[in-house]
């Protein structure tokens, strides 16, 4: 059974500091999404990983991909409070979209 | 990308009773996607469905408590039956991008509380 394992679960952090999050998975996969979720709201598509090494950008945030160590990371350049969310990783086992999610990690960016 | 309309957004319901949610795409997917996301939870995968066939449950959820109709390749809803307080949770559809099949979209979820 595939294990996703983020952390940590709660990141509190002063603005301008940057951070990483981790998404450990247990077993074979080179597809990994990050997700990020406002209160209330939905999930919002960050980034999508589709192969070893793979390394995507959007603003402050960078996401990487290692499938030999199964590893992914959300790295947070000079945080902003706008970034305060849950952010979850998730892996796809089956190509079809079949998604297990990590607990998710709580970001709070105090001003 | 898929735009994907949920309904309906929440609703507060007697235990006992059922409610079903509808899940609409604006092009023909393969596959969507039911999840439950409890409170303070992270989400986890109740079924998939596909047109045509019955749905395909995970370990936890059965068909006569999670009904699943998918009609056509832009439709499908999910009923939530004799419903009890544990049952309170968003729950989210999702489809794959179809035909490249390498991102998932969500709905924006329907926030279920039974009281």
């Known amino acids: 059974e595939l294990k996703v394992e983020q952390n940590p679960l709660f990141l509190s952090m002063q603005e301008g500091k940057n951070y990483t999050i981790y998404c450990n998975y247990s077993?074979?996969?080179?597809?990994l999404y990050w997700y990020r979720q406002d209160p209330g709201k939905s999930l919002e598509s960050l980034f999508v990983l589709l192969s070893n090494g793979a390394v995507k950008q959007e603003g402050r945030l960078m996401a990487s991909l290692d499938t030999k160590a199964r590893l992914s990371t959300l790295h947070i350049t000079a945080a902003v409070h706008d970034l305060s969310a849950t952010y979850f990783c998730?892996?796809?086992?089956?190509?079809?979209?079949?998604?297990?999610f990590g607990a998710g990690t709580i970001l709070r960016v105090k001003s | 990308s898929a735009v994907i309309s949920q309904k309906p957004s929440r609703d507060i319901c007697q235990r006992g009773t059922s409610l079903t949610i509808q899940c609409q795409v604006d092009s023909q997917v393969t596959m969507m996607f039911w999840y439950r996301q409890q409170p303070g939870q992270s989400l986890t995968l109740i079924a998939t469905a596909n047109q045509g066939s019955e749905a395909t449950y995970e370990s936890g959820f059965v068909i006569d408590k999670f009904p699943i109709s998918r009609p056509n390749l832009t439709f499908s809803t999910l009923t939530v039956s004799n419903m009890s307080p544990e049952d309170s949770s968003i729950y989210l559809c999702s489809v794959e991008d179809w035909p490249t099949n390498t991102e998932a979209f969500f709905g924006q979820g329907t926030r279920l509380t039974v009281v």
């Open positions: 077993t074979t996969s080179d597809r």
């Open positions: 998730a892996v796809d086992i089956r190509y079809g979209n079949k998604l297990v």
